[in-house]
């Protein structure tokens, strides 16, 4: 005896199974949009964090050139002291 291959029960199952599909693959496609902008976001938070490290370096490098000039300066004012005072000429 041959299956009617439009039996309302087989019928009835393959629509519960394409629906139960399609909702999976609208739940996967919402779960990567979600992972899509998240990753964006990460993204976008790691490429302010490296601006702001950059700037924080460029800061770091105007105060070591700034140290070392006052360091410099202080060693010449200091050997000039050490040196006494300078004779008046007339």
């Known amino acids: 005896m ?3 291959p439009l039996d ?3 019928k009835s199952r393959m629509v519960k199974l394409l629906s139960a599909g399609a909702e999976a ?6 779960s990567e949009r979600k992972a899509e902008k998240r990753l964006a976001d990460a993204m976008s938070s790691c490429a302010s964090d ?4 950059l ?3 460029q800061r770091l490098e105007r105060s070591r050139d700034a140290v070392a000039a006052a360091e410099a300066t202080l060693r010449e004012v200091q050997a000039r002291r050490a040196d006494g005072p300078v004779p008046v000429q007339d």
């Open 2 to 4: 041959a299956t009617n």
């Open 8 to 10: 309302p029960d087989k």
């Open 25 to 30: 693959e609208l739940r996967l496609l919402r």
């Open 50 to 53: 490296e601006d702001r490290l």
């Open 55 to 57: 700037r924080a370096q």
